[in-house]
Each structure stands twice: as C-alpha cells, then as structure tokens.
C-alpha cells in the first residue's frame, strides 16, 4: 500500500504500538522457563483414576445433538438416552493417539502466527462481556462502536498475541448477525489471529466462509487459522449451540478449546481435587468426541476452574484454590499430551482499584506458572466478566509484557555478567555513569507503561493521578498511535458482500 | 489475667484478629509445595563462580571497624587497609562449616514462635517508613502514635507472623532513643517475635538487654529471640552502624541477616546475572565475617535487589528482573545451606491504588515461589519504602493469607476427591445444597476481606467504594477488634525502669 503523509508522521509516535525502545514484540511466548508442579505423581494419577470414574459411571450429557450420539454409540460406548459413558481410559487413549502435541495458529500477516502448545504462551484479550467501563463514560452496555475501538486498542498492545473474539458484546447490533460484523472487524483491523464464532454450527460455518476468503479456501483447509472456545455447562453436559460449533471446526481442521467455566461449590464440587476431576473428565469427553469427529483434529484443554463466595454465591478470583486448579490443570493437560487453555486477569472488582489487579496479577502469574499456552482474559476484564475496562486492559497490558520478559529468563551472557563493570567499578562508587550501564541502560530492564515511579512532589504537581487516571490517558494515546495494517481491498470487497449476503437472509433477532 | 466484660464483648467479633471462619491462624507458613528454579546448574554455578572472583579480586571494604580487619586477618584474608579480599571458597566453605540450616526464633507467646529456614515462610510487616498515609489523613510524617497503632493492627491480621520492627520511624522522638520506645512496644503490644534495633552496637545492646528482662538472660543466651537486619552499602562496603550490629547479635547468638538494598544500575550493574553475583558476593562476606565472630550464629541470606527507572533513576518495583533476582536468591541460598531473607509487598506506587497491587502482588508471589523463608515488608509498603499505609497493609494482607493457604497444597483427602457428591449430583444439577457442600462450606474456600464479589448494583448502593474505601474501614475494625495479649507487671516495670535509665544517660539528639 501507498504510504501517505498522515502514515508517515504516525510512525514517529508508534513506540507504544511496537513496544517501547529497546523491547521488541515477539508473536508469542516462547517460555524458556520451567513449570510450577503442584501435584505429584500419586495426586495426578488419583485425579486421573477419579476423571475415569466419572466418565465410566456418572457420564455426559449430550443433549439436543442426536448426530453425537451416533458418533460416540459407533466408537463403542455406552449410550443411553442423551447420557454418554466411557470405558476407563477409552478418551485418554483416543485423544492421545490423534491429537496433535502442537500446532500453529495462522494470522493474515505471517509474522503474527502463534503456536499452540509446547512452551508457547498466546495470550488473548478480554471476551464476553456485554459491558465497557472507562473513566470517562462509565459502565454502560457495550456497542459495535466500542468492540471496534477495543480490538484496535488491542492491536497496538505489543505483549497481546492475538485479537481474540467476543472483546466485549456489541448489544446495539441484532444478536443473530452480530456475529459476522465482530469477524470482519477481527479481520480489516488487526492482522493478528482471531477467534471464530462459539455459537452453533451456522454461526462457525461462517466464521469459516470468511477464514476462506481471507486466506483461501486451500490454506484454510490445511492450516489452522480459527479458533473455537466450546464450553460444556457444567457438570457435564454439553448443548448443541457447543457442540454444533465443536463438530464444524474440528471437521475443518480448526483448533477447539474446552473451557468449561465452573464455579466451585456450585456447578462442581467445593474442593479442588473434586472439581479437577470433574474438569478433567469433562475435557477428555469433549476431546474425544473432536477426535471421533476428525482425527487429529487440533484442540486444547481447556480449565476455567473459579471459586465463588460461599456466603453469597458470587464468583470470585485470584483465589488460592484458583491458582491451584490451574497449576493442576498445567499438569494435567501436559501428562493428556494436548496444549492448554485457560483464562488471565480476572477480577470481581466493579473498577481498575486495588482489588482488580491483587486478583488480576496472581490469576495471570498462575496461569503462566501453569505453563498454559492460551490465555483468554489476559487483559481488561472486570466485575467477573460483565465488564472490559479501558483502563484496566492498560494495565493488565504491563503485567503481560512483565510476564513476556520474566519468561526469557536470565541472560547469562558476559555482557549480563558484567564482571568486568564490577571490577572497574569497585567499592562504594556506582553504576549510573559506568560504560557497562551506558551501553545497557537502553534494553537492560523492562518498562511498564502505567506505573507513577516519580518522588511523591513530582507525582501530586503532575495531579496526584492515580493509575486508572493514567491508564485513562494512556489507552487514548495509543488509539491515537494505532497503525491500520490495511487489507487488500479485494477481500475487503468480497468480505462485505459475503456479510451482505448472510445478513439479507434472515431478519434481525435480539436473541441467539 | 482477670478478664473484664469489655474483654468478654470484645471477644464476640475477634474473627478478624483471629483469621476468619474456619480459617485457624499459624505461626508461620509452612509450604507443602516446592519452588521454581529460574536458572539450571550451570547458571547457579556461573554466578557462584563470579561472586568468588569479586571477593578475590575486588574484594569488600569494611570501613570505620579495626576490629573486623583483625577478625578477617587472623582467619587468613587478605587484608589491604580497608579492603578485604577472600580466596575462591573460603567464605562458602566458612558459612557451610558452622552456620546452622535452620532454627526458630522464639516469641515470648511459645505458640507464636517461628521457624526459620526449611519449607517456614515467616511474614513480616512494613519497615523503615519515616511517613504514613491513610485516607482519612493523607501522608504525613510518622509519630510514634502511628507506630503504637501499627503494631496493635499487625497484630490482629492473622497472616503476619512477625511484629517487625520499625513499622514506621516515629519521628517526633528523638532519634538517638526511640528504638527503646520502639523495642518497648512490640514487647508490650504484641506477643509475636519481633526485630532488634539494627543502627550500632549500643542500640543492638539495649535490644539485647530488654530481650533478657522479657525471656531471662539464661534464655536469651541459649535461644534466637531477637531479629537483626544488617545492611551492606552496596557496592562492596560495611559501615560501623552495621557491623556493630552484626557483631553484636552474633556473638549473642541472636540471629542476622544481611540484605542490601540494591537498586539495579546505581548499586550494581544493571543486568541480573551481575547484581546476583554481587549480591551473593556481600552475603558470603557478611555471612563469613559472622561466623568468625561466633561459629554457629545463626544468619540468614538476604536479598532485597530491585530495579531503577533507566529514564529517571527512580526505584521501581515488581519488575520482571526483580522477580527474577529473588527466584535466582532462593536456590543460591539453599546452596549455601542457609535461610533466605528477602522483601514483599513493594511499590512505588503513591496510594493504594492498581499499580500498588499489581506491584505487591508480584513481589510476595515470586518471593513465596523462590521459598523464602523470611519476607519482610509483606504488608503496606507504599511510595519505594518510604510511607507504610494502613489500608494497604489490609490489602496486602489479604495477600498473605491467600499464599498461606495456596502453599498448604492441594487437599486429596477422601473429602476433598468429592466423588460421592458428584455421583449423586450428576450433570445438569448443581452443588450448592449439596450435602458434600453443606458439609464443607465453611472451610472450603479461602475468604479475603477486602474485595467486594457483589452484584454492580449491590456495591452501588453500598456506596460505590473501591478497595481502600473498604480497607479503610477495615483497619478501623480490626483496630476495635485489637485484644492486649497482656504483660506480666514486673517484666513491664522492669523495662520501663530499663528503659528511663538508658534515657536519662544521654542528651535528646535528633540524628543517628
């Protein structure tokens, strides 16, 4: 594309679209770290041996979804009614002798693709909710116009990997079709990976007309370039809106993660060793049947495991037994031999305070410590999960790019050891002016954008600004720098007609 | 002590000073999960290897103490005017010979006693602040008011284990004697272990005598009951305030530890493979120059190694380096075979705000993760160290019962596997009146008191308030909830006497 003067003059100012001086952006992850093992052996197999129970003598619920039942009924398990139950170790075994380890997510721009499993870490921003809150505005129901100004603030965030799916529910669109307007602006407005729609096999059919236009129908045929959430509600049941979108894309080769979001006390067990269980066995269920469906089919497992209040029932994060559940989720998915999926910086909190990054940071830190290879959530999400902050996404955006540079590990290079700069250096003198520094300063340490580090003076003659007031500044700033990556006004063309096409079919419905 | 009825109706709603329902206080965390190793063998052994070089090529300045230049002479160190150079594993094997693993510091309540070293985790409160801030006050300078209220607060968050010691500088007292005001009140406030004073011989001397009247000299001779911080000027330099300190504490077999406060690029090269062998470079000297005063005193390694603005020169904090310096700490402790000491809940952050949290949260994390056995400043460290505010230390202490609970480890009990609860409740149904859940509802699931988990619109109407709005009153609470664990009369006398006696000594001086 032309480059024109208003391009150009942008690029200056792009710093906080690429990552600030010195820190370049990498498409994802690739942990050089280890994993924090929660269970041993005995508690692994134990969790195990009870997932097998529940499938071999509780089972699942497929309801609304007769084509499943053949499926399973034709693999040789139990069927009976909509109920589903599996030999001990039948899903294990099937999963792991089809699923592949690893997988590459494709973007439209190439540099963006990410892996899937192995020691990559996606991370994915805020999906679901049907509201926004900013400073300026409030909480108010989410628009179209809000989803397109997030999945471009989202784009000029260099530590999120990919441009995710439901970044926030646009209300003022008809629930029916809506789906096909958050693609396209997936599509023209970022060139990172993009989620397909979750919702029934129609809906991920056309996730998958435009996947077509946009890559090619050939490419979209060999390589994965989608990516489904399919939930069960749980305990262990799966619907046919979940499992109609799970058999499309896994039919088209396209990843499927399973993310069953339980709170614990209500829809599983109270404790974390029961809940786990039931976690597992869900997943391996659900990944079976992928398998059936297309062997080698990619998917993740996925664990979305919350506590709630047990004197309100309200959900809550950043909890203890949180952190353990996907520490043991890490675990388990690595021993299943699939990658895993889970979610970030939850909160309950209603704004971007105290609370909201306390359980904000321990939940993405865990998941990362997990050694998850998607996370969904990984910025913005507040007042579990009704609301995606302006605000908040920048300051969760910091704590990614935290958890990135953490992950490279230390460098021990001669450069990082710096004995020399010691020696010359010596007793009681210091480092600000030494070459070593100089030469260093630049990219040696990692720099947030949202913190006040300045002595209290400077801070209160700069307003006293807390770090929602920053954020407030800051996620305009980057608006302000957001670079369009353009698209090739050809698929543009067709894409629209193809919206066009769909939308004129049916009449609009507020519902699903 | 007789109880009153005041006592009697205070004890009604001491939850909040006792931990909450159904979640009994420790004394200490005692981790049932491992730690994450951030560098391999070879890494350790680099930075093992390059801290050697230090102290044989530049070796450490002890200044303002002949005394020490003697110690380190007479054990074969190359002496040089000030500068002490070591051989290549003298300090190692020095420390390895005679400095014990592990052992237990000893409040004058037994239960409350901890152990330091080993899977122990000992949480400590706020220190060295000369301001204080709370929302009612804002940020003003510290009093010994606040310092008396601080210590009654800490003492009724069940997650701190340890009253500290100076939890904030008190100072409208002179400076030359209010460490016996300070000594005097964790003595008489708390029953918890608490910090000797840590500037000179003579002040480590009046912490040494108070400790007798409190535990008996006989008890004190034979047993840990004080606690001392003795900071290295970093680069590569003791001063007599410090080792005056060190050498009185260890020759009174009264633990030290030595944990200089490095920034990364001022105080040391600006990478972390060069200040882990600097900071591992100054322990082994200290730690060294302990056990020269007294094999077998018992020390702790201490890391408090931070990161700087590169822009500014301004502390930051929760920085990925930072995390990874106290994970690389924790496994150079362990290999030197002693406790390690290190730091919490920092933040530059001026309120308790976002930043504050996503900051805090960070540091106590990796500081739990890298197995420390002593953190201090685990709760309300505002503002780089220099404001301790009151209603992030609810905030943070929140934090620390999380991790106390989390490090308990995954429950696997028969109870906590739930399989006959998920039998009978089966998928589609829900837990909550489940009889496995009404069973274990109280106990289950960890409860933090400062988030709000409710519906937007319940917060509303409760008045819309953020995490230190609600801490605020929190503080307040506990305060009232505050119970004297009392004092035996003639200790109390005998100290006071003590202390007037020490006062009247010498002249009000308002330097150190």
Chains 1, 2 share one sequence.
């Not at 529910?169 to 958050?182: I, T």
């Not at 489904?228 to 799966?238: D, E, F, K």
């Not at 404790?271 to 998917?299: D, F, I, S, Y």
Request: with cysteine; glycine share 8%; aromatic share 8%.
């Amino acid at each position: 594309m032309t480059e024109t003067p208003v391009k150009r003059r942008r690029k200056r100012d792009r710093g906080a679209a690429r990552g600030q001086v010195g820190q370049p952006r990498a498409p994802f992850i690739l942990r050089k770290l280890g994993t924090f093992n929660i269970l041993g052996e005995e508690g692994l197999c134990l969790i195990e041996e009870n997932a097998d129970t529940i499938l071999a003598e509780t089972g699942m619920e497929f309801v609304e979804d007769p084509e499943i039942l053949d499926i399973f009924a034709n693999a040789g398990c139990n069927v009976d009614g909509t109920r589903v139950r599996f030999e001990r170790g039948f899903c294990r075994k099937t999963i792991q002798a089809t699923a592949p380890k690893q997988f590459m997510q494709h973007a439209r721009n190439p540099a963006n693709s990410v892996q899937m499993g192995g020691d990559a870490t996606v991370l994915c921003p805020s999906w679901g909710p049907p509201f926004v809150h900013d400073l300026d505005r409030g909480r108010r129901y989410a628009t179209f116009d809000d989803f397109q100004t997030l999945v471009k603030l989202h784009h000029t965030i260099p530590w999120l990997h990919h441009s995710g799916g439901v970044v926030c529910e646009p209300v003022d669109l008809p629930a029916n079709k809506r789906h096909l307007d958050m693609l396209y602006t997936h599509i023209r407005y970022s060139d990172r990976p993009f989620m397909g729609a979750f919702i029934g096999a129609e809906r991920a059919g056309h996730a998958l007309d435009m996947a077509r236009i946009v890559f090619g129908a050939e490419y979209v045929a060999e390589n994965p370039v989608l990516y489904c959430v399919s939930n069960t509600n749980a305990p262990l049941v799966m619907d046919a809106h979940m499992s109609g979108a799970l058999k499309t894309y896994a039919r088209a080769g396209q990843p499927v993660a399973t993310a069953p979001w339980v709170l614990t006390g209500a829809m599983s067990p109270c404790t974390v060793a029961g809940t786990m269980a039931q976690v597992l066995a869900e997943a391996l269920a659900c990944l079976t049947l992928a398998q059936l469906v297309k062997p080698g089919a990619p998917v993740l497992m996925g664990s979305f495991a919350s506590t709630m209040s047990m004197q309100s029932g309200a959900p809550t994060f950043g909890t203890p037994e949180a952190g353990q559940m996907v520490l043991a989720a890490g675990q388990l998915a690595r021993r299943l031999g699939v990658p895993l999926h889970t979610v970030g910086t939850l909160s309950a909190s209603k704004v971007p305070d105290a609370q909201s990054q306390q359980e904000a940071t321990w939940g993405l830190m865990m998941s990362m410590f997990a050694g998850a290879n998607l996370i969904n959530h990984a910025t913005g999400w507040l007042e579990g999960g009704l609301v995606t902050s302006f605000e908040k996404t920048m300051i969760d955006a910091d704590l990614c790019g935290k958890l990135a540079r953490f992950f490279d590990g230390i460098d021990l290079s001669e450069n990082a050891q710096a004995m020399s700069a010691i020696a010359a250096t010596g007793p009681g003198a210091h480092f600000l002016g030494s070459e070593h520094t100089q030469a260093n300063f630049m990219s040696a340490l990692f720099r947030p954008e949202t913190p006040d580090n300045n002595a209290y003076e400077h801070w209160e003659a700069a307003g006293s600004l807390d770090t929602a007031q920053r954020a407030n500044g800051l996620w305009k700033k980057h608006l302000e720098a957001y670079e369009d990556p353009g698209l090739d006004p050809a698929i543009d063309e067709e894409l629209q007609a193809y919206i066009a096409q769909r939308k004129s079919e049916t009449p609009d419905m507020d519902y699903f």
